[in-house]
């Protein structure tokens, strides 16, 4: 079993930056083997995708809204992954959730992932 533990949420200014990170830790988890992608659920709406770091590479995606402006980073040594925010919008409010599906390749589909975290809140005012 994967456990995820995201963090770094919290109220950003519209224009700001956040960093959210997502701590992973389980006997089965690696970088080498897990896509990790990071969701976000605002209320009301249905979870949509954000960005993905491919397992076994250096691939990265990133839904079209958040390309120029977020960053997926992952460190090795602390197995976490980072999620850079830059100039957040005040629509992008919503819950962040990090998520880890093994040998996956469909980046984009919540589907592929079978390990979510509990999620972390993000308010960007404006």
């Known amino acids: 079993q994967v456990q995820l533990v995201e963090s770094g949420g919290g109220l950003v200014q519209a224009g700001g930056s956040l960093r959210l990170s997502c701590a992973a830790s389980g006997r089965t988890f690696s970088f080498s083997h897990h896509t990790m992608g990071w969701f976000r659920q605002a209320p009301g709406k249905e979870r949509e995708f954000v960005a993905a770091?491919?397992?076994?590479?250096?691939?990265?995606y990133y839904a079209d809204s958040a390309k120029d402006r977020f960053v997926i980073s992952r460190d090795f040594d602390k197995n976490t992954v980072y999620l850079h925010m830059s100039g957040p919008r005040t629509e992008e409010t919503a819950d962040y959730y990090c998520?880890?599906?093994?040998?996956?390749?469909?980046?984009?589909?919540?589907?592929?992932?079978?390990?979510w975290g509990q999620g972390t809140s993000v308010t960007v005012s404006s």
């Open positions: 998520a880890a599906g093994k040998y996956n390749s469909e980046s984009y589909s919540a589907k592929g992932y079978e390990n």
């Open positions: 770091f491919m397992w076994g590479g250096t691939s990265t």
